[in-house]
């Protein structure tokens, strides 16, 4: 990826940014995400970067890693406020993981104030933790509410056992409606579930009893993501033994059609390619700041940040992360500058994705010149009197990967 950094080039231990990035904090929407990077057991499918109580070590703990998050804000706002300039407010946070929730709930809380007190939470923010359904009560959910969090996006995943268990997913379905109706109690603003599709093993009929079961715990916001095998992982290696099958393509065009069918006709309408919201102030505004290219600063083992054009991340060890913090050292491993056209690629990837649309300026005079035969081929529709927006059709949001090559011709 051009850089006018060799890429990976460490982060200063001051984490000071390069000449001319602090300029232009401001001028975009700022958010804040927060890594927990703690979970019970390992699910078999996933990548993130994640450790359970017994993979930490020495120098990182469950009742330390509040404090520890706590000494990057600061570094935070000694990099982003330095020569006197005024830090941005925050509109959007995210609390994700990991399993947030392991967390005690009056320490996500003090992060989040923190997150007030150094920057400053703009009126009408978002705060979001993610949760799962196992590990929230009704009391830690009010301690949240009260702490300011607006909103609890719950890994639902699936309501079959059988998927459950092929995802090594370990809370038992039937607890979704407790702990949608005691977020509500709690007076959380929007509540989100999460799901997952094409599992294998997972049949069509597996798949709409989900989104039936989804459906009914009405939600706000639904996010229905297909399954991938990633390298490296428990689920990877079972699939390259035989054990079980790889995803199948064509079934998970039909759940992700199924999908969009259900959902929408329950009244969530498809924002991205992967998220359905009731109305438009159920969207998830801080994912929405991600994919219109906007700025952030990830707190946390592994969290990734991007600040005007400059995108770092921290080393991934929690026990590293915190070493580096308690040495009065940034815990950034590696950056990145974007040149202006690799910025204006990684716009089409994302606002491509997008429902708003993805105005035709982005493109360069060979992807404005494929745009007619994506529209003849049934993959977008086009908006001339919106500023010339492309958008995609169910058809398109199915072979979209496809339809971007074509745009970045």
């Not at 079980?244 to 039909?254: K, S």
């Not at 770092?312 to 950056?335: F, Q």
Request: net charge negative; hydrophobic share 40%.
């Amino acid at each position: 990826m051009p850089s006018t950094l060799p890429e990976g080039d460490p982060v200063p231990d001051d984490g000071s940014l390069p000449d001319g990035a602090l300029d232009a904090v401001g001028k975009s929407p700022f958010g804040v995400y927060v890594h927990v990077p703690f979970c019970v057991t390992r699910c078999g499918y996933c990548d993130f970067n994640t450790y359970t109580s017994s993979e930490l070590g020495p120098g990182a703990s469950h009742d330390s890693y509040a404090d520890t998050v706590l000494a990057e804000i600061n570094l935070a706002a000694s990099v982003l406020g330095r020569e006197g300039r005024r830090l941005p407010p925050v509109e959007t946070v995210f609390v994700g993981g990991g399993t947030p929730t392991l967390l005690a709930s009056a320490d996500l809380g003090g992060i989040l104030e923190a997150i007030d007190a150094t920057f400053g939470l703009a009126d009408g923010y978002e705060a979001t933790t993610e949760a799962n359904p196992d590990s929230v009560t009704p009391a830690s959910l009010a301690t949240l509410r009260s702490h300011g969090f607006t909103r609890i996006s719950y890994g639902m995943q699936s309501a079959v056992p059988h998927v459950l268990a092929t995802l090594d997913r370990t809370h038992d379905p039937a607890r979704l409606p407790d702990v949608v109706r005691w977020a509500r109690e709690a007076g959380f603003e929007q509540v989100s579930v999460d799901l997952i599709y094409g599992t294998p093993g997972e049949s069509l009929a597996d798949w709409e009893r989900s989104l039936e079961t989804a459906l009914a715990l009405e939600p706000d916001h639904v996010s229905a993501y297909a399954l991938i095998v990633e390298d490296g992982t428990a689920l990877a290696r079972r699939v390259t033994r035989g054990e079980i099958a790889a995803p199948d393509d064509d079934l998970m065009a039909d759940m992700y059609a199924a999908a969009d069918a259900r959902l929408g006709g329950a009244g969530l309408g498809w924002y991205e390619l992967s998220n359905w919201a009731r109305d438009e102030a159920a969207r998830c505004r801080h994912n929405e700041l991600y994919w219109t290219g906007a700025d952030w600063w990830g707190f946390g083992p592994g969290a990734h940040s991007h600040v005007a054009g400059t995108r770092w991340w921290n080393v991934k060890h929690p026990a590293a992360y915190a070493k580096r913090l308690a040495d009065g050292r940034s815990p950034g491993h590696g950056r990145e500058v974007l040149d202006a056209e690799t910025r204006r690629v990684e716009q089409v990837l994302l606002e491509s994705r997008l429902r708003d649309g993805m105005t035709t300026e982005r493109l360069d005079a060979a992807g404005r010149a494929v745009v007619p035969a994506l529209v003849s081929d049934g993959l977008v529709e086009t908006r001339p009197a919106e500023a010339g927006l492309v958008v995609l059709t169910l058809r398109g949001r199915l072979l979209a990967d496809a339809v971007v090559r074509r745009l970045l011709v």
